[in-house]
């Protein structure tokens, strides 16, 4: 088991710029997450897919900010145009069916946006 | 959704000491709760769940916590810190939609 992979791990970008982080859950899970982390702000979910259906979106920042789930082994959170308050760790994580499982988390994607 | 509050957000202490992290939780129903820690520069990896049957649940490098339904609590334990357990450390519940709510962390450093 591969676990949760993220690409890339680092990103630099110039302010402007558009980003694309990637996420291939765990096969199998159907459910997945996009989380930001920052000092200020903590772990703040941005969106969730169950089925590689959007279920929720409302933590996506502003309109900026988009996610899509094509298939159940791929998902892609994509900032345009970026700004430097984008800053931050992206965390992809995913969870089976079920109430009684957790999230495994990806190693995260680190934005920089200068 | 739930909302989860972690009483401490930094808390110090030595090599050998005890550590209890407190967790709270709003919903009333069936819930599952998790904790998770973050060590520096990493994600977050799972402790230990509970979700069902004993209230004392043991997780791995010799945590544990328990479920107080009627507090609604979720404390995380662990007997005698090393050094290594420095990091941030996420209580999380989970009721009856896929959202798992997290805590704001408790940052936990250990000195040798």
């Known amino acids: 088991d591969a676990g949760v992979i993220q690409s890339p791990r680092h990103e630099v970008t110039e302010m402007g710029q558009e980003v694309t982080l990637r996420c291939k859950p765990i096969?199998?899970?159907?459910?997945l997450f996009w989380y930001r982390q920052t000092m200020m702000r903590g772990l703040e979910l941005l969106i969730y897919?169950?089925?590689?259906?959007?279920?929720?979106d409302s933590g996506m920042p502003e309109d900026r900010f988009s996610a899509k789930m094509p298939n159940a082994s791929f998902s892609t959170l994509k900032i345009q145009p970026s700004e430097p308050r984008d800053s931050a760790v992206y965390f992809c994580?995913?969870?089976?069916?079920?109430?009684?499982?957790?999230?495994?988390f990806g190693s995260g994607t680190r934005l920089t946006v200068v | 959704a739930q909302s989860v509050s972690q009483h401490n957000h930094h808390v110090i202490l030595s090599e050998a000491a005890s550590l209890e992290l407190g967790c709270n939780y709003s919903?009333?129903?069936?819930?599952?709760l998790f904790w998770y820690v973050q060590y520096p520069g990493q994600h977050l990896q799972l402790l230990l769940k509970?979700?069902?049957?004993?209230?004392l649940v043991k997780g791995i490098k010799g945590f544990e916590a328990e479920f107080i339904k009627s507090k609604f609590s979720f404390n995380l334990r662990k007997p005698s810190v090393q050094w290594s357990d420095t990091a941030e450390y996420f209580c999380?519940?989970?009721?009856?939609?896929?959202?798992?709510?997290f805590g704001a962390g408790t940052t936990v450093t250990v000195r040798a």
């Open positions: 994580a995913s969870s089976s069916p079920g109430r009684g499982y957790g999230y495994t």
């Open positions: 096969s199998g899970h159907n459910s």
């Open positions: 897919f169950n089925n590689n259906v959007p279920i929720d």
């Open positions: 919903y009333g129903g069936t819930v599952n």
């Open positions: 509970y979700f069902s049957g004993d209230p």
């Open positions: 999380a519940a989970r009721s009856n939609d896929y959202k798992l709510s």
